[in-house]
């Protein structure tokens, strides 16, 4: 097949050529796009081998025009051209390389487009001549430029029915001046977009905010534009009154706006777009990434030593998502990376859990890891000692050694620091991330070892890798994470013993309970029971993992939604935990049953009990650990925030996070302006928020692969992923078919329904109240050992984790059944 229609081809396809695969994108994804097909390259292949053609031909863009088609080829693609004339005057055909738009050479340009096709002559000459601009002088020295290595001759070409555009332009979502990414730029003007493309008019100018929709205009003198003529295309005056007067209304501006939002939500980062209006309809013609952003991003950023430089792309990255969510804020990555690289060696030396961890660094804010090849194998007795007493070990560490220091955090936080104290309590709270994170992998790794072990012997003895029952057979112990939400649930239930507070709970918006509770008494007396939990229990922040969100502490806002949500699911906690230790209780008696060797029993018998005691360690550590240094080291860190912005520093305290420690230290005692930097990371963050980081870097082996993903969960989308069908880790058991519902961040959590089924890139302790609602889960990122999995099982809920594509697979109100049990999504119906 060489031509396939924008609507029916795979969005993946590397047979249509960038272009191609952007407008292909766009389709699929309902943004108006005029219909069209894409010649995909292997068309040119094809032509090229009939004529007895190769790359290194003499005069080969000659050689090309004067080719000619077999009938094959020939018929194909004329039918698909009448097809397409049935619904258009004319149509456009545009060069779409496998080189063209990709990040850092976007070949602007370089290639060909020819407007206002009608006849078939016409149509087959200008394919040959996009084909033919593949090997143009000018091409070959632009590739040289930019190091692009692709040789093989993988242009596709774009056909497309030509909107007669009343007004046309481009949009850059991000601000190419400023580079401010809440700015977006509209260059218009009247007739087909050529103009305004090639430079032939100074266009009206837009630069609109994305937030408040505020629009700073300048008018630009649109001297000509262009319109289809009965052959090709006419060149004319605008009249004075054109010229007098702004192309687009405020309307239409507002539209392009959301229109460009919408497009830089789907490719999760800035581009830029060319649309068409015609017969007051918005059209939308091309879209691909800003090319320069990853340039001046570099010159913007300076390098620090845990940054992957481009000689590291040589070795192998893993993302280290499934355990860190998102991109970190560069304070935090001054603290975090070298804690995560001090500690893992230090254990994993001591306790060898079968990876090696040799650096980690940053790379566009993600913290990845980069890992030995070869594994090595912990010693058959490595930590046997510890095993009968890892929760008592674990809880004994928390007590000598991170509750002091909390204690210590809070301190500091009530006081006037001078910059002197300030900088030496923050140098110490640097220093305390080391140990922190030593002792963190030092209750951790042990605990792998022991379920690692216990997970051997029930493989060996049930003769088969499923590994879902085997989970299931630890759930049912409490820990921090469930006695959280107990606390809440038992909230819920004295909500619903008094009438007035059920009536609030269940009827008001949650952005409005707050201030609803403070105007009664009574409301004001369970707001204080809420705070005084949240003393000892809202010491984890919204983004866990990091220093830029709020903390459950500083806020009654995260823990009252929690509540209503019991409120108003009537979900019994006590009921359902009981539900959960039966079925775990079950599937050990059946499991033990089936063992015949009473030696044998007694040996699985007395590793289980230990694995079972120490299965709260994975919250716990989490609740004491990861989330509550973070939160106690927030509320610290903001005192140090507002002695900066009282110093000019920076403008406000939690502009802090956008500078690196040594800034930090260095503007305590000599204050220098680090406003604009900040703020130039504040915008190059939220970038790296939109931005899909790859799971890995560099050229991996397949046993580095391999072992990657017993770490992580799947680095890859499995290869036998249809339309239809996706496939990850089956992480808890069951079966369950509902609607879908997208969940990117905490700000969408109202968005979601009793009987969805939740889709998301990862869950952290913050999404647990969405699991008391959900048929299942399904997760882009993660293995049988993430946050998802434990509360999915917890929850009694099927489970399909480490998909790397439900997030861009599946949309809301698709009708899909999760097999928790196989690992598959099969999609019924699409919405």
Not at 161 to 169: F, R, V
Request: with cysteine; net charge negative; hydrophobic share 35%.
């Amino acid at each position: 097949m060489y031509s396939v229609l924008f609507r029916q081809a795979e969005e993946s396809s590397q047979l249509a050529g960038a272009k191609g695969m952007n407008l292909i994108k766009l389709t699929k994804h309902g943004l108006p796009v005029p219909d069209g097909f894409i010649i995909q390259t292997n068309a040119l292949a094809r032509f090229m081998e009939d004529n007895q053609l190769h790359d290194s031909s003499e005069n080969i863009e000659n050689a090309i025009i004067a080719g000619t088609f077999s009938d094959e080829i020939k018929n194909e693609l004329t039918s698909s051209f009448y097809e397409l004339r049935e619904s258009y005057h004319s149509v456009a055909v545009r060069s779409s390389s496998a080189s063209e738009d990709l990040e850092g050479a976007s070949f602007a340009g370089q290639y060909e487009t020819y407007l206002n096709i009608k006849t078939e002559e016409e149509f087959l000459n200008k394919v040959k001549e996009c084909w033919a601009s593949f090997f143009s002088g000018r091409v070959s020295r632009y590739k040289k430029k930019m190091n692009n290595q692709i040789a093989e001759p993988l242009m596709g070409v774009v056909v497309q029915g030509l909107i007669n555009s009343d007004i046309s332009g481009v949009i850059f979502s991000q601000n190419p001046v400023t580079h401010d990414d809440r700015e977006l730029l509209i260059s218009a003007s009247y007739g087909l977009g050529e103009a305004v493309v090639s430079g032939s008019v100074t266009p009206d100018t837009y630069i609109v905010h994305k937030g408040s929709f505020e629009i700073q205009k300048e008018m630009g003198l649109k001297e000509i534009y262009m319109e289809s003529a009965a052959e090709g295309i006419a060149e004319k005056e605008t009249s004075e009154d054109m010229r007098s007067r702004f192309c687009l209304t405020d309307e239409q501006v507002i539209e392009l706006t959301e229109l460009t939002k919408k497009t830089e939500a789907l490719y999760g980062f800035p581009v830029d777009l060319e649309f068409g209006i015609a017969n007051h309809k918005l059209y939308l013609l091309q879209a691909r990434p800003i090319t320069t952003i990853e340039q001046d991003k570099k010159a913007a950023e300076e390098e620090r030593n845990f940054m992957i430089t481009d000689k590291d792309m040589d070795d192998f990255w893993l993302n280290m998502e499934s355990n860190i969510e998102g991109p970190v804020s560069p304070l935090f990555s001054s603290f975090i990376v070298p804690a995560l690289e001090y500690g893992l060696k230090k254990s994993m030396r001591q306790f060898p859990i079968g990876v090696i961890v040799d650096e980690v660094k940053v790379y566009r804010g993600h913290i990845y890891s980069k890992n030995q090849g070869g594994q090595q194998l912990p010693p058959e007795d490595s930590a046997e000692e510890l095993f009968p007493i890892l929760s008592e070990r674990m809880y004994d560490i928390i007590h000598n050694t991170y509750l002091p220091f909390y204690r210590t955090l809070d301190q500091l936080a009530q006081t006037e620091h001078t910059p002197e104290s300030a900088l030496d309590a923050f140098k110490k709270l640097k220093a305390f991330y080391l140990t922190a994170y030593e002792e963190h992998f030092n209750i951790v790794f042990p605990q792998i070892l022991l379920t690692n072990k216990l997970q051997a012997m029930y493989q060996n003895i049930q003769g088969e890798t499923e590994n879902s029952h085997f989970y299931e057979m630890l759930t049912g112990v409490m820990n921090k994470s469930l006695e959280t939400d107990r606390r809440l649930w038992q909230f819920s239930v004295e909500v619903r013993e008094n009438p007035n507070l059920t009536a609030l709970f269940e009827h008001a918006q949650p952005e409005h309970l707050l201030e609803r509770l403070e105007q009664t008494d009574e409301g004001r007396q369970f707001l204080q029971k809420v705070n005084e939990f949240l003393q000892e229990y809202g010491w984890r922040s919204v983004k866990s993992h990091d220093l830029i969100e709020q903390t459950w502490a500083e806020n009654p806002f995260y823990a009252l939604t929690h509540i209503q949500n019991y409120v108003r699911n009537g979900y019994h906690f006590d009921n359902e935990f009981k539900k959960t230790i039966k079925k775990r209780e079950k599937l050990y008696n059946e499991f033990f049953q089936s063992i015949e060797d009473p030696a044998l029993q007694k040996e699985f018998e007395r590793y289980y009990q230990w694995t079972l005691n120490s299965s709260n360690i994975k919250d716990d550590h989490h609740f004491y650990i990861d989330a509550m240094l973070d939160a106690k080291a927030r509320v610290f860190l903001l005192k140090v925030g507002e002695l900066l912005a009282e110093s000019g520093v920076i403008q406000d305290r939690e502009d802090l996070w956008f500078l690196y420690d040594d800034e930090v230290e260095n503007a305590l005692l000599h204050p220098v302006s680090l406003k604009e930097k900040a703020e130039k990371r504040r915008q190059m963050f939220h970038e790296y928020e939109l931005a899909q980081a790859p799971a890995y870097l560099g050229t991996p082996t397949e046993a580095q692969l391999k072992a990657a993903e017993e770490i992580v969960g799947a680095v890859i989308e499995d290869e036998k992923n249809t339309e239809n069908d996706i496939f990850g880790v089956a992480a808890s058991s069951g079966i369950a078919t509902g609607p879908v519902k997208v969940i990117r961040d905490a700000s969408e959590f109202s968005q979601f329904t009793p009987g969805d089924i939740l889709v998301c890139k990862m869950t952290t302790p913050l999404w647990t109240s969405l699991f008391q609602d959900a048929k299942a889960i399904i997760t882009d990122t993660g293995g049988i050992l993430s946050h998802a999995a434990i509360i999915a099982r917890e929850y009694g809920i099927p489970a399909v984790l480490g998909t790397r594509a439900a997030t861009e697979r599946l949309r809301d109100g698709d009708i899909v059944t999760v097999d928790g049990n196989s690992g598959k999504i099969t999609v019924v119906s699409r919405s």
